[in-house]
């Protein structure tokens, strides 16, 4: 099967959805463009698309699924809006266009991100096509899993790491929780939005979420440094500069090669469940492994 | 009447709430502190004494509020420690402490502040004593009143206004926003706490705790002048320092002496509604007006 038209549609859904979510106008305009930015940075919209599959896989209605996938976005860009700052990252370019706090500033950026972050409850609170103890849980999983045991603690978790030598054990615990954890909730919140997800289907979602999210890790490091700087937007062997600890690093190019074709492996299996439900979910996981940017 | 009992009561009521907020230890152990050390960092608790008062105003009951009262706080902690950081205020003492990103780093201090955000929606998702739609009504509000609608955005307004000449006018908007929201919010999350709320509750409310906000603003400008360092906690006249406006510099300390007391008096007016069930809140408009620190 090829799913890229469904990668697209989904894409160009969540484009279209996200460009209603920030008012027009407002007394704070700077922070509204700054924000408004950070959303549109060119992104792939991996997390979205995570969202529309799990809710179409479990028969949902695709604007049922609509304000979890505009929220996760808002979290993910606040996360790199943060993330690039110079006190974290250090990063001026990303995606070939200059950093929020390049384009506008510092302090600007900080609030940015956090307009984001309370941008993104406000979007799964406002949503009326789902029953409100549904909304409810998404808010609770979405705030656990971007919080400080998920997203969150695990950029502290890379950031103690740095310039230490760590295990291939630590390097997946911090994975799991600083980008792991937000596909996690992309699929969970998909999932629930069909209003349909019996345990076992979250279950084998969840086995599935956790293949794709460290196999999504495990291709960055390895193209960090066999892709160059135009194809990346971001400087080539960026991490190797920060002294991060990367899979090639520690296990050898062929044998961080091995591990992404596990993880690929553990995601099909992870879906049989599905049957050919799961065929869009199947031909994602390869896409992420084979992909050049 | 004396409330002060009440507000110690209500004070110590948040502090346990808020100890029991974060997990005992996690793989994050690093931000889990930083979270923990600006929870409690002496704050005198005024918005979830806030939240409890309106609850108790409309006859609810207490830990029906103890999600929204720590919820606020955490809000209004990660706030503090955003604002406190270099590219924004650079504050290295706050209440006589070592501010965050000081006793920490500064990357830890943002991530901190993230994830105590997330904490306070995780909180509201996760009561069980109110139902689901007036949960999710409360976090609509939070979201809001925390965002680029809100106090996020009048940090905004405050930085785009540093070193400019404003009228008092555009001052009192950029208060509306950055401290008087999270006010109005607390108000507002308590009164819909007690399950009991009318449209007129909450109008009455919201007058009051429009006044009650910028009032509190309002006295913060003339103790950073009148007060000193050691009863501040902060360096006194830093605002001067950093070119902020304020109603002192704008309207002359008499003048700003008039308009808090011409706000403390539309505090009182708004509530009369409610004859003697509002004493407490009566109190707290004079207490805001008459603090030293």
Known sequence: MDAKPLLQQYQQRVEQQLK????????????????????????KRVRPVLVYMANQLLGGKLEQADAAACAIECIHSYSLVHD??????????????????????EATAILAGDGLQALAFELLA?????????????????ARDSGYRGMVGGQSID??????????????????YKTG???????????LSSNHASDNDLQALNDYSRAIGLAFQVKDDILDIESNTETLGKPQGSDLLLEKSTYPALLGMAGAKQKLALLNEQAHTSIDYFKDAA????????????RQY
Request: include cysteine; aromatic fraction near 4%.
């Open 84 to 105: 690039d700052l110079p006190a974290m990252d250090d990063d001026e370019l990303r995606r070939g266009k200059p950093t929020c706090h390049i384009a506008f500033d």
């Open 159 to 176: 950031l103690c790491n740095e310039g230490q030598q760590i295990s291939a054990g630590q390097l997946e615990l911090m994975h799991r």
């Open 20 to 43: 209603t979510v920030l008012s027009l106008s407002g007394d704070a305009e700077k922070i509204r463009q700054a924000m408004q930015y950070s959303l549109f940075n060119g992104g």
């Open 126 to 142: 406002a949503d009326t096509t789902l029953p409100a103890d549904i909304c409810l849980k998404m808010i609770s999983i979405l």
């Open 181 to 191: 954890a937000l596909i996690s909730a992309s699929i969970e919140l998909g999932a």
């Open 279 to 290: 065929e869009p979910l199947h031909w994602l996981a390869d896409y992420i492994v084979e």
